[in-house]
């Protein structure tokens, strides 16, 4: 009854989709046994040598270059948002 209930200072863990007792088995199974690689089923990962690595190596580029163009907006705008508030303070005295 209280199998569900973890040992003082421990924590339960539960795995879901790839990481889960069942698809790990499957897993194994597929790959040929208890002692084999449980990634070597996976079939999500592609080898260096398939186009997509292109394709992913691409879309990292165009990220890095959207964040690079949206940290230099920002930048602008908290240069412009400082120089307007010292020309305030400026302006009461």
Not at 31 to 54: E, K, Q
Request: net charge positive.
């Amino acid at each position: 009854m209280t199998q569900h209930v973890p040992d003082p200072g421990e924590h339960t863990r539960h795995y879901f989709g790839y990481y889960s007792n069942a698809a790990r088995g499957k897993r194994r199974q597929v790959a040929g046994g208890a002692g084999a690689d449980p990634a070597a089923g996976r079939t999500d990962c592609p080898n260096d040598d398939s186009p997509s690595v292109d394709f992913r190596r691409e879309c990292r580029r165009s990220w890095a270059r959207l964040f690079q163009k949206v940290y230099e907006v920002l930048a602008d705008i908290t240069r412009r948002l400082i120089e307007e508030r010292f020309d305030n303070i400026g302006s009461l005295s």
